[in-house]
């Protein structure tokens, strides 16, 4: 399917907030509600005409006011691709794992805890493995996250 | 034994003679026959693989490369080493049979390279876990930079007395 018929068809039969971003990409970028992301999911799994069945990547981004998620999906059958992404609260992030439609989320979610404090709900194992054993200062990956031996970049 | 060597042969008529000479034969033979442990992280184990394939090549140095840290002698260690990686890049230099020699080579080695700065994860310098003998600058190093700094670990070596092997 094309970008603009892509935009229509899910824009027509997803019942669910949804808004859509205008890009110069060839893929259709939209917005999610955290609340209806799983439904979502599920939704571009699913649908015979649509058949998202790869995450090719899902990270965490930090602007200073909210968190967000940015999952980019693709179609294998149908050759067609997805970008979408959800806004989270930045005092308590929480969001629901995608697991249940593509298991590759596994690895992704635990790096967006580790390193953001993202918590996702319902995932089989949220424990470190990126960074070392013994690490116990923090988030890194936030805006305002300081650390011990981080030497600055100097100013000119 | 072999430490206490020079001590047992200098009381013997020409003694100081024989033992400076299988100093120096036993200095060259190290030197000419280094072998070193495969320990490459990143961009830096590219330059070593190239270094060690036909164009430049280590074998006609005597290095071969050995998987296991017991059995060589020289650990080249090429790339960035990260604070998780830390405990590990010890560990392989205490299980290396003395005497051993550490070379560093490329800029996150030495002082942690392009990730000196804005970084929570990166070692500056493996200098502050295990002790190096030549450094070799570069980001990555030339294959001819790499080479001329094992030719300065075998001159060190061929400096070395017997008494002080480790």
Redo the contacts between chains.
Sequence with gaps: MTKDELTGYIMQHFSGRLERIENDQPEPYFIVHCDDLTAFARFIHDDPKLLMNFLMNLSAVDTKERFEMVYNVCSYPLKHRLYVKTVLDRDHPEVDTVMGVWPAANWYEREAWELFGIAVRNHPDLTRF????DWNEGH?LRKDWV?K??????ER | MIRKFPVYVEKLPGGNLVATKVNDVFNLTRAKSLWYLLFGTACCAIELMATGASRYDFDRLGMIFRASPRQSDLMIVAGTITLKMAPVVKRLYDQMAEPRYVLAMGGCAIGGGPFYYDSYAVLKGIDKIIPVDVYVPGCPPRPESLLQGCLEVGRKIRTQKMEEWS
Excluded at chain 1, 130 to 133: A, E, H, S, V
Excluded at chain 1, 149 to 154: E, N
């Design positions: 990126l960074l070392p054993d890194p650390g031996d981080v030497v600055p970049f100097p």
